[in-house]
């Protein structure tokens, strides 16, 4: 007999060989019917392998991550058992679940797969689900598994076999179907209600632009079609708040060929916009104590050297720029806490010095590559709002924690409510992805562990998350359409001031190692922006928006009326434009509702005989009439409440 812990502390005794289905149906069979996967010890597996000793189990069912992720692996293999059956001969790469479904990478050979290929697909795998075939998981020798697949003349699995250790390899099988897999899969096909294949795209094998481009077919599957009708809503009304769309309609920024991919060109509008988030930024950051600094685009490549950073990214940066001296190379930089460290090392430090607080909004390179490029999500130069702090290690913890009440600050002003404080963990199985010794690891991560205390944050751990020098909190933020995405950034570093030799003069006349904490509010102003203008769907808060007012004569006469009236505002601070083309006011309105201005002030005969303004809101229409004082005092109010 063994012993199982679940969650809320029961302790159940079965037999040894129990599975976890057998547990959900020891407590009910509802329970069994929805049951996913298992958590075992901290671990996903199938629920259908066996216990053999004492452990802490979770049952997972679609209300949990895991669960959903389970789910979605499964459907892959589903959705390459449905390929195999309409294209004899297809060889089959790596299919794995993604963030919102999952995908398959396949070589059709001289077979094009196609959009107007995915609805037969669906109908195939549909098929399949209700055949409420089994998954069934089989370990199999090296030597077996190669075997198999120089059978089947498939040089992709046969290529992820060489870096598989013989006593780890497992096959599954579903139905007809068998793939290389080290699961965890759900416990049969019927699980699978709602299907829909979402897109094609082109994906070089291992991601290496020397290998041959393999088709990547994207789908998601839910187990209810009430859900899946849901997500297709939100993917309709994501496509309405691209922010490649809407930057386009905005006239917020552009890319060129000529200048380079991934490499955004702000328009005056974009400018504008980012340049008030800076300066909300800076304006906190000096209320808190930071100097400002600025460094260089490039650094000499011992500097990455010297940090790690060049053997950690070096694959993923721009490639060295050669002087004519002898010897002598420099890298555009991927990261500013290089230079941040120099800068710190230029002058001695007391610890009456500390802590000391470097901020710039620093513009890094990444040689991201072309296929993963997207908009201003994926971009290959990109600024942070870095900062890195320098302090004593009695320091750290409150440090951090006035660090996360500004990002918490950062998301109130902006209006992202709903968000997951991540605490990203080195990862146990595999530590040699990490630079520094295990006690100043131990050291970082308690640091981190204890700032969250009592800060009310919805917290997660994920181990192998962290960076390669140090953990740190992740801020997972959700936007108005449910998506997540990872924007503010803060990391416990005691790796790097050994790399740089950085110290202070105690109290008690001896050297010591400062702890550097790295932080970045927004991450990176082109990410946080691109997330922005989906989540308000380009109607941005009243004191970010570029244009907060639009002035419509009602005819051409009015024009130097509105002109002054414009220059008024602006002794109040208040941005706008005249629209004084020769169009109808109607369509002026329409205009100016589809750039998403705020409010419209129209003015004609009446208004200038009794000095006032005609007020519409965007999205609502009239809202009054106004003295320009009460109008600048209206605005003043709602921007107060907003930040």
Same mark, same amino acid.
């Given at each position: 007999m063994i012993e199982i812990t679940l969650p809320d502390?029961?302790?159940?005794?079965v037999e040894s060989g129990t599975t976890a289905l057998d547990i959900a149906k020891g407590i009910s069979e509802g329970l069994a019917r929805n049951v996913l996967a298992a958590k075992l010890n901290g671990e996903v597996q199938d629920a259908f392998r066996p216990i053999n000793e004492n452990a802490s189990l979770q049952l997972l069912t679609w209300n949990d991550d895991e669960g959903k992720e389970t789910m979605w692996h499964s459907s892959a293999h589903?959705?390459? +058992?449905? =390929?195999? @059956?309409?294209?004899?001969g297809i060889k089959l790469g790596i299919g794995p679940p993604i963030e919102n479904g999952f995908y398959y990478d396949v070589d059709s050979g001289d077979v094009s797969i196609t959009d107007a290929d995915l609805p037969k697909i669906e109908k195939k795998m549909t098929e399949l689900a209700r055949q409420k075939n089994t998954f069934t998981r089989k370990e199999i020798s090296k030597s077996d598994a190669i075997a198999h697949y120089k059978g089947k003349e498939d040089e992709y699995k046969l290529d992820l076999l060489e870096g598989l250790e013989d006593g780890t390899i497992t096959f599954y099988t579903q139905g *007809?179907?068998?793939? =290389?897999?080290?699961?965890?899969?759900? !416990?049969n096909t019927s699980f699978i209600k709602a299907i829909k294949l979402l897109s094609i795209a082109g994906a070089y094998w291992r991601g290496n632009e020397k290998n041959k481009q393999l088709t990547r077919i994207y789908g998601i599957t839910f187990p209810k079609q009430k859900e899946l009708t849901k997500h297709l809503e939100l993917l309709e009304e994501a496509k309405k708040r691209d922010h490649r769309k809407l930057g386009k309609e905005l006239g917020l920024f552009t890319f060129s060929q000529r200048v380079g991919l991934g490499l955004p060109l702000w328009l005056p509008k974009g400018a504008q916009l980012r340049e008030r988030l800076e300066n909300f930024l800076k304006k906190a950051q000096l209320e808190a104590g930071y100097l400002p600094v600025i460094t260089p685009h490039i650094g000499s490549k011992e500097l990455y050297v010297t940090s790690g950073h060049y053997e950690k990214y070096g694959k993923?940066?721009?490639?060295?720029?050669k002087t004519p001296n002898e010897n002598e190379e420099f890298?555009?930089?991927?990261? *500013?806490?290089?230079h941040h460290c120099e800068i710190y090392k230029s002058s001695p430090r007391s610890y009456r010095d500390l802590p000391i607080r470097y901020a710039e909004f620093g513009t890094v390179y990444r040689y991201e590559q072309s296929g993963e490029l997207h908009g201003l999500t994926r971009v290959r130069g990109f600024t942070q709002d870095d900062a890195h702090l320098f302090c004593r290690p009695e320091q &750290?913890?409150?440090?951090?924690? $006035? &660090?996360? @009440?500004?990002?918490?600050? &950062?998301f109130k002003a902006l209006k992202f409510e709903e968000f997951t404080a991540q605490i990203s963990l080195r990862d /146990?199985?595999? =530590?040699? $992805?990490?630079?520094?010794? @295990?006690?100043?690891?131990? /050291?970082?991560?308690?640091?981190? =562990?204890?700032? &969250?205390e009592g800060k009310d944050l919805k917290t997660v751990i994920e181990y192998g998350e962290a960076a390669f020098y140090g953990p740190k909190l992740d801020f997972m933020v959700k936007d108005a359409l449910g998506r997540k995405w990872q924007l503010g950034t803060i990391q416990v570093d005691y790796n790097l001031p050994e790399r740089f030799e950085l110290e202070y003069i105690g109290s008690d006349d001896l050297r010591h190692r400062p702890v550097m904490i790295h932080r970045a509010p927004f991450g990176s102003l082109e990410r946080f922006i691109a997330v922005l203008i989906e989540h308000c769907g380009g109607n941005f808060p009243l004191w970010l928006t570029p244009e907060q007012v639009a002035i419509l004569p009602l005819s051409e006469k009015y024009n130097e009326n509105c002109k002054e009236v414009l220059n008024l505002l602006n002794k109040y601070d208040i941005r706008g434009f005249v629209d004084d083309r020769n169009e109808k006011v109607g369509k002026k309105i329409r @205009?100016? +509702?589809?750039? $998403?201005? !705020?409010?419209?002030?129209?003015?004609?005969e009446k208004e200038i005989e009794n000095g006032t303004l005609s007020v519409r809101k965007h999205g609502e229409g009239d809202i009054g009439t106004m003295k320009i004082e009460e109008f600048s005092d209206f605005i003043k109010k709602e921007i107060e409440q907003l930040v």
């Open positions: 502390g029961t302790i159940k005794e589903l959705l390459a +058992e449905a =390929l195999e @059956d309409i294209y004899p *007809n179907f068998t793939d =290389l897999c080290r699961g965890p899969h759900i !416990p993923d940066s721009f490639q060295p720029i890298l555009l930089k991927p990261m *500013n806490c290089p &750290v913890e409150e440090e951090f924690k $006035k &660090v996360i @009440d500004l990002v918490l600050s &950062v /146990k199985k595999d =530590l040699s $992805k990490y630079i520094g010794s @295990d006690e100043n690891w131990e /050291k970082a991560e308690k640091a981190i =562990l204890n700032s &969250v @205009d100016a +509702e589809v750039s $998403k201005v !705020p409010y419209m002030l129209i003015i004609g």
